[in-house]
């Protein structure tokens, strides 16, 4: 098998059709003017369209994920923080199936509801809060269990949908940015650099096998991390890729120099805003009206900021700001 077949083998895999797609991709010229005569190409990948239940990157992996679901699973469940923008779009999701949905969460639920929290009550799901991060497999075991003994049909979803069958819509989403650039009038000269905000890594992971099976050796991929270390970030990344290309039959390995994982950002911690990503959520707001959220897309907004700033990419190159979602996290 070879890459162009894997690629089409893509088709084959069952998927539920849930995103609006292909979402915008986008030249803001003020954004652009702002950066200054010297910066780079910037475009904007914005993944906050996906539109179902508010959007965001989890979208594309759900429709992956729960391609054969329907008909098999009654129950979804699934884990993440309190304003877990997967689990939000999990409950969504199991709305929309029919389905019941219940959500492990760690640490305390905000009283009022509010941001992600509150859309997860809103789709109907079942929240049990558990102490800490490590206490979210074994307690979504425990209700899976609980379920069976029910007699109900469970599935449980791993953090963040980062599986392997997850990761396929970030293959499909490279397809998708590949063909929009083309249509903009061909593969820009120099390298095209992307930036995206990589925690479970099933997103950054999709990406690099779809950028790997196009053959885009211009491409480097920006991870940029809200919480996991540079090391972790490549050893998950390269797993879940494995995974998925064994699901699409192709046996090879990653292009070489295409994955940079970028912890720099990070701050005191995941979902505590940095000096760094609060300039960067003023500068997208202010030059562009784009939204980005505290957490995630801030923090990789970060990141791209101080790399043009700090002379990493070229002025011929091009960079793609992938912006994944999140923005009920900015309303919590
Ligand atoms: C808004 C947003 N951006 C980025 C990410 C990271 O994506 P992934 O978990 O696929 O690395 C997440 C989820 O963790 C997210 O909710």
Redesign the pocket.
Known sequence: MDRHQALRSLQNQPRLPLAFLPTPLLHPPHLQEALGPSAPHVLLKLD?WTGFALG???VR?LEFLLGDAPGRVDTLITC?GVQ???CRVTAGAAAWLGMDCVLVVNGPLPDPPSGNSLLMRLFGAELRSVPSREDRAPAMEEEAERLRRQGKRPMVIP????TPQ??LG?VLAAVELDEQMRARGGRPPGRTWIF???????????LALGMTLLGRQDVRLV?VS?DISAQVMLADTVEIARGAAALLGWPGDLLPDLLHPEDRFVGAGYGIPTPESEEAARFFGRHAGVVL?P???AK?AAALLAWIREGRIPGQDTVVFWH???TP?LFR
């Open positions: 906050e965001g990157n989890k992996k993440g877990s923008n997967h953090l963040g949908a980062s997850g990761a970030y995206v905000a990589s925690s479970s890594c099933g997103t950054l992971a999709g991870g809200p959220d957490v995630y897309t990789a994944t979602g999140g996290g």
